[in-house]
Nanobody, 119 residues
Framework: QVQLVESGGGLVQPGGSLRLSCAAS????????MGWYRQATGKERELVAR??????NYTDSVKGRFTISRDGAENTWYLQMNSLKPEDTAVYYC??????????????WGQGTQVTVSS
């Protein structure tokens, strides 16, 4: 089975930076879409960023501050977060569309990592 594990969260002051990583494991044939979502307390989960073979997209609130990237040699992707704001505080989840021979192409979620931006 496929498993996504994210890491890199923590407590930072406003203006600080963090880099989140997500590692996918299992009988993976291909990862078609890699992304990051976040969910703040009392709010709906929202898309932060995603990357495909041909494009990268960001929600407006993080443009210019966050960068999503993928490791070309491994099933790993990252979210570099700069100029963090208190409004970025949330649990961040990695998310991916992954193809396996057993299950075809479906979506998977990581377990979440807490990012807290506070002075």
């Amino acid at each position: 089975q496929v498993q996504l594990v994210e890491s890199g969260g923590g407590l930072v002051q406003p203006g600080g930076s963090l880099r989140l990583s997500c590692a996918a494991s299992g009988s993976i044939v291909a990862i078609n879409i890699m992304g990051w979502y976040r969910q703040a307390t009392g709010k709906e989960r929202e898309l932060v960023a995603r990357i495909t073979r041909i494009s990268t997209n960001y929600t407006d609130s993080v443009k210019g501050r966050f960068t999503i990237s993928r490791d070309g040699a491994e099933n790993t992707w990252y979210l570099q977060m700069n100029s963090l704001k208190p409004e970025d505080t949330a649990v961040y989840y990695c998310h991916a569309n992954i193809y396996t021979y057993r299950d075809g192409s479906i979506y998977y979620w990581g377990q979440g990592t807490q990012v807290t931006v506070s002075s």
